[in-house]
């Protein structure tokens, strides 16, 4: 694999520029995607959505960030079930185009994306919990979760107090305010 979307998304630079204008750019994809959107996709790009949602909302009630190495909940199935989530979440936006090669051409660059992500942070999580990290990455995979754990213990984990601090609230709105316009323009277009 060529080092120029690793680097790209290894850029200081341009991580901090898409963390400070993502809402700006998420709007402006939000306008262009509602032109150019099939509408009979809607349904099922919502279902995809929101499946993804459910799995982001999962983690982030069960995440305590930057504290503690969370090991409960959905990080029991998979090391990064937040990413394999907010796939599924962005995947039902991407439907909406109604063409496989643009649902190829996101999953290959949110596959290089979320890689170098999940790199950047288990150096991170290494420095920081040591042997602990390294025992769990023994035992949970990086990303494919293992379903024979869904049964076991402290897998349901739901902390509302997570869910606000974590802002999940404003995730789900943010993606129901988003289909709802979406709906919308579909009507009065």
Request: hydrophobic share 50%.
């Amino acid at each position: 694999m060529s080092n120029a979307p690793q680097g790209f998304f290894h850029n200081v630079t341009v991580r901090r520029f898409l963390f400070k204008t993502r809402h700006i750019l998420a709007l402006a994809l939000l306008v262009l995607l509602a032109t150019v959107m099939r509408p009979e996709w809607l349904p099922v790009a919502f279902a995809v959505s929101i499946f993804g949602q459910v799995i982001q909302t999962w983690c982030l009630s069960s995440l305590v960030k930057n504290w503690e190495l969370t090991v409960r909940g959905p990080y029991l199935l998979a090391r990064n079930p937040m990413y394999l989530g907010r796939y599924f979440l962005l995947l039902g936006f991407v439907l909406l185009l109604g063409n496989v090669w643009a649902v190829v051409a996101f999953t290959v660059i949110y596959y290089v994306y979320m890689l170098n992500r999940v790199k950047r942070e288990e150096r991170r999580l290494r420095k920081n919990f040591g042997a602990d990290f390294e025992k769990y990455c023994r035992e949970v995979r990086r990303f494919l979760p293992n379903p024979l754990r869904i049964g076991g213990r402290g897998v349901w984990v739901f902390e509302w107090k997570l869910f606000f601090e974590n802002h999940a609230h404003w995730n789900i709105l943010g993606t129901l305010a988003a289909y709802a316009a979406l709906y919308t323009y579909s009507l009065l277009a």
